[in-house]
């Protein structure tokens, strides 16, 4: 492919995102590629639309909610590093890195922090029950009735809620993961 | 002690039985020598008949064969409840070791009735009987999932593995024979490989056996599991390939043939591996449609796999491959599919015959040692052959391993590999394709065949028996109970919906893009096609697992409910045994959990209700099955009501026919009163769980029982009054006397009984429910009590002083039933009214047939 030939230097802040996220070169080089790819108009930025153009993603139940996630409070723009910081927290976790610095995006809170996000629409840091319907609604094949639904939620919520708020907080909802292979789950194995 | 004397009685029976069989077998052996004169006999008998009419007479050829076969098979079984009974050992030493070894008895009484081998486990018989049962319920309760992310890994495993087994030790042993290290043998290096292939495999039979006592973790099983599973067949087909190669002779072999042998072996296997898949979807077809003939449904199954055993068998494709693929492709389908009685049946059905044939088939590995003509020994040949496998499995794991480890997310650990390399059994495959040699073609044959068995009790019963200290020892990681919540399924769907759109994102092909393609398809291609429209909808995972937190909810309320208020009621009633239930307010206590739990005893658990209703019917009479369940206090309780939801309504089908249920009409509307009830109590569960006020007609009803009632005290009233009364009860012991007074107050009870009709229950299931005219009112009533149950109310009232009751109660209660003549000689008047009022049984079943018919 012709794409060898755009070198790192094409890359914005190459080496800084290299170590901050833990990516190869390699990998940032084709993610780079692939934000280009994405950014049709070429402004260097990507918007919720350009999202759209990824076909499959629109069959996704929740790909709206995951575009969003990639999108920072309040901004219509995301650009390279973000792109790169977002997809950050999907590569497996590394076993030797030194824990001295500030928590990776792999780890397992960040892993889960991003999935609870994708339900914590309104950001005040705790999942309502409404919130947990329209996730539960989005999921969820049309056979099952609303009635149904909102007992699910319900359940679900009085599973995890443990002080009683009626709502599913972080840690709550990192407890009630407690047993999930987080590091599997949320992994991308090309990634690495 | 007395479990050692039960141990020794069994054994003296089956040995007694053994030589029963021995004897009758040693008859036949002598009659068999002869054979014409015996059947002279038998003409002389037949033609000697006429003459006059005897009465009894002795065929035993008649039935000798089949005769044979099944006092082998009971032999067996008998083998394994000796084994089974002995739990202390079976610990420590698999029970596939200890199955050897009776067989190693069994063969030496053979051996000392007989002085020759009339028994062994022959290729045919193990190929075609023994072996496809196992390898079917292998391949049915083969966990599809896991099997299915883990198929990369055990094939790399299954084919190259067992090549390189293969391939290793032939060139290895042909090594040591021109090396000098085995003497003088004449055996080519095509017949080392032969002999390589025939014993690579690892075996399923023998594998599993180890491994489901062990409970490893779930990658490391599967992966042993699977690749035992299919590297049967891949070494079935190298050895046919060598077999055939063997035939050709040296010379005769080619670049050619080897290009052909290597181009047959990947259509044999997947050839055999897409005959059983094409079975999986036939029978998936045809569990559609089974519906009317629900009896014969799980026969389908046996029938079609094993066919997908022959016709592989027949295509000299890969036989084990096919049945496999058939268990593992058609299972999801047709346990959505089939009815629930018939997926339990094919469950254990499938069991049965896979244990009946593991069980033969360790028993008979045990038994075919006992031959001198096979014991050809070589010492180099044997200590060589054991000693390259152990290692080249060790190389061969650890080496796939790495390569696989290289793009793994969670990579296997060395430990693990180590079990895996250990857990490397070898078992009857190999012996049943040694005993399949040419003897022609191969002059070695017996000390292959000896070899082999050598190699199976070497790995069978000494690393079998180590397996399990290892496995501790190296801290295994072991497979964990989880308990399924509902908040974890859903975010483990949104894992995966997560990990497909980021893959979508970034652009890239991954895992995760083709498992999302292939549920897609199969969701909108295969279960359409597969599944009944009216199950295809119940596919959805977070839905089923929230069904199922519902049922567990629905049990654990009632379990619930029972201990707080009707069941606590209960032993406090059975405490003072006759007290309370002369009283009618009783009545109106226990009643709304009665109710509660009537519809669905209605149809499809009376035994359930038999419980509930004991107390106001007569205690003494049910005292002696409820023993043991109260004295496991709540915990069974549990347990209980779980068993009865299923176990009565098989008791239910005693009633009908012998061949036949008829399911239709009746259990439909079972079904439907059984949905309706549980819906009632969740609803009921929920508002009393999000504080909702219990709506008013539960007070409204009580107070109307109370004011039926002649009696009408509060119930509190009438319990701090028997509380205070127990400790004077209980200090006068089981006296009879205290009982005397309220057996007498009976009577009144019993003339406003029948109105309140909660005894009733337990002829409920008779009265058919297709008649709405017919329903009393009592089970009118119930429907407006299962909405309105709360267990609030009762429970707090009660809570205060039951448990010390409870706790006290126990030993009394038990010391009562031990004076159960004392009490039951003033009893008798009450238990003939109580036998009064429940209608007698027998009369109701006539009445059921009639609507029937």
């Excluded at chain 1, 997809?87 to 976790?93: D, M, S, V």
């Excluded at chain 2, 610990?91 to 030496?108: R, V």
């Excluded at chain 2, 070494?235 to 290009?259: C, K, M, R, Y």
């Excluded at chain 2, 005292?623 to 347990?639: F, S, V």
């Amino acid at each position: 492919m012709g794409s060898s030939s755009s070198g790192m230097k094409d890359v914005p802040d190459a080496q800084e995102l290299v170590q901050e996220t833990g990516f190869s070169a390699a990998h940032l080089l084709r993610l780079h590629e692939r934000f280009e790819f994405l950014d049709r108009d070429g402004t260097g930025e990507l918007r919720p639309e350009d999202f759209d153009a990824i076909r499959e993603l629109a069959m996704n139940p929740i790909g709206d909610r995951i575009i969003r996630a990639f999108f920072s409070a309040g901004k219509e723009t995301l650009d390279f590093p973000s792109f790169v910081r977002i997809l950050a927290h999907f590569r497996p976790a590394d076993k030797n890195r030194d824990r001295a610095q500030q928590e990776p995006a792999n780890s397992r809170t960040r892993k889960l922090r991003f999935a609870f996000q994708l339900y914590d629409q309104d950001g005040d840091g705790k999942i309502s029950r409404a919130e947990l319907l329209q996730v539960l609604r989005l999921m969820l094949e049309m056979q099952v009735t609303e009635e149904q639904l909102q007992c699910i939620a319900e359940r679900a919520i009085q599973e995890a809620d443990l002080d009683q708020d009626d709502a599913i907080s972080f840690d709550e909802f990192k407890k009630s993961l407690e047993k999930v292979d987080i590091d599997h789950k949320m992994s991308i194995r090309f990634l690495k | 002690m007395g479990h050692r004397g039960n141990i020794c009685v069994w054994l003296l029976g089956s040995v007694l039985l053994i030589c029963i069989v021995l004897s009758v077998k040693g008859e036949a052996a002598r009659q068999e020598s002869h054979p014409m004169s015996s059947s002279n006999q038998t003409k002389q008998e037949h033609s000697s008949s006429i003459t006059g009419l005897s009465i009894v007479t002795f065929k035993w050829h008649h039935v000798e064969t089949p005769y044979l076969i099944l006092v082998w098979i009971l032999v067996a079984f008998l083998c394994k409840m000796v084994i089974e009974a002995n739990h202390h050992v079976t610990t420590y030493i698999p029970e596939s070791a200890l199955l050897i070894c009776c067989g190693f008895i069994l063969g030496g009484m053979v051996w000392g009735a007989d002085m020759a081998q009339t028994f062994k486990l022959q290729p045919t018989v193990f190929f075609y009987f023994l072996l496809p049962q196992i390898i079917l319920d292998a391949g049915y309760s083969m966990p599809n999932k896991l099997f299915f992310t883990n198929l990369g890994a055990i094939l790399i495993h299954a084919i190259i593995g067992t090549c390189w087994n293969a391939a290793s030790l032939g060139l290895s042993l042909w090594g040591c024979q021109i090396g000098g290290a085995m003497g003088d043998l004449d055996i080519g290096l095509l017949q080392y490989l032969l002999f390589g292939s025939l014993i690579a495999a690892v075996d399923p039979v023998a594998v599993l056996a180890v491994f489901e006592q062990v409970h490893v973790n779930e990658v490391l099983f599967i992966w042993v599991f699977g690749e035992s599973l299919l590297n049967d067949g891949v070494t079935v087909v190298l050895f046919n390939v060598f077999d055939a190669f063997v035939s050709l002779g040296g010379p005769a072999i080619n670049a050619a043939e080897i290009v052909k042998g290597i181009v047959s072996f990947f259509v044999v296997a997947f050839g055999g591996s897409l005959v059983g898949l094409a079975f999986g979807i036939l029978i998936s077809l045809l569990t559609r449609c089974t519906k009317k003939v629900q009896i014969i449904e799980p026969g389908f199954i046996f029938v079609l796999g094993y066919l997908s055993y022959l016709t592989g068998e027949m295509l000299s494709l890969s036989a084990i491959l096919a049945i496999t693929f058939c268990g593992v492709s058609c299972q999801k389908y047709i346990n959505a599919n089939m009815d629930e009685d018939s997926v339990k049946t094919v469950k254990y059905a499938m069991k049965v015959f896979a244990n009946g044939s593991e069980t033969m088939i360790f028993v008979f590995l045990g038994i075919s040692a006992i031959d001198k003509t096979i014991w050809v020994w070589n010492t180099g040949f044997i200590l060589l052959t054991l000693f390259f496998i152990l290692v080249y499995r060790f190389i061969g794991v650890f080496f796939l391993t790495w390569i696989l480890n290289q793009t793994r997310l969670a990579p296997v650990e060395l430990i693990d590999q180590v079990i895996m390399s250990y857990g490397g059994l070898r078992g009857a495959v190999a012996y049943g394709l040694a005993v399949l040699l040419d003897e022609n073609k191969i002059k070695e044959k017996n000390l292959m065949v000896g070899t082999t068995l050598i190699v199976v009790y070497f790995t069978v019963i000494l690393q079998g028996i180590t397996m399990k200290p290892l496995v501790t020892w190296l801290k295994v990681k072991r497979a964990e109970q989880s308990e399924l919540t509902l908040l974890e399924k859903v975010q483990n769907k949104a894992f995966n919906h997560i990990l497909v759109a980021i893959e979508d994102i970034s652009g890239q092909i991954g895992h995760n893009y083709f498992r999302d393609k292939w549920s897609n398809f199969e969701e909108r291609w295969m279960s359409r096609f597969l599944l009944k429209p009216s199950v295809r909808k119940n596919q959805d995972q977070i839905f089923n697992v929230f069904q199922q937190l519902n049922l567990k909810d629905a049990i654990s309320y009632v379990t619930e409910g029972e201990r707080r208020g009707s069941l606590e009621f209960i032993r406090n009633e059975h405490a003072f045994v006759d007290f309370k239930k002369k009283f009618g307010d009783d009545f109106s206590e226990v009643m709304p959990y009665i109710m509660a739990n009537m519809p669905d005893n209605y149809g499809t658990m009376p035994a359930d209700m038999r419980r509930d209703p004991v107390p106001t019917v007569s205690l003494e009479m049910h005292e002696q099955t409820m023993k043991g369940t109260r004295e496991n206090e709540d915990i069974d309780a549990h347990h209980l009501l779980e068993q009865h939801l299923y176990k009565s309504r098989k008791q239910h089908r005693h009633r009908y026919s012998r061949s036949h249920f008829d399911v239709n009409q009746d259990e439909n509307e079972v079904q439907e009163i059984f949905q309706r009830t549980m819906r009632n109590r969740l609803e009921s569960f929920k508002s009393a769980k999000m504080g909702v006020a219990p709506p008013k007609t539960i007070t409204k009803h009580k107070k109307e029982q109370q004011q039926k009632m002649p009696n009408g005290k509060s119930s509190d009233k009438a319990k701090s009054y028997h509380s205070g009364d127990e400790d004077f009860e209980f200090s006068e012991g089981d006296s009879a006397s205290g009982y005397d007074p309220h057996y007498g107050s009976a009577p009144t009870r019993v003339t406003y009984r029948p109105g309140a009709g909660i005894e009733n229950p337990v002829f409920m299931p008779d009265i058919d429910p297709a008649a709405p005219t017919q329903i009393p009112p009592w089970l009118v009533e119930a429907e407006l009590d299962s909405n309105t149950v709360a267990p609030s109310q009762r429970a707090q009232v009660r809570l205060p002083w039951t448990p010390s009751n409870l706790r006290r109660l126990a030993p009394l209660r038990i010391s009562a039933n031990s004076t159960d003549s004392f009490v039951m000689a003033d009893v008798p008047t009450t238990e003939q009214r109580d036998d009064d009022q429940l209608p007698p049984p027998p009369p109701s079943p006539p009445n059921r047939d009639d609507s029937h018919l």
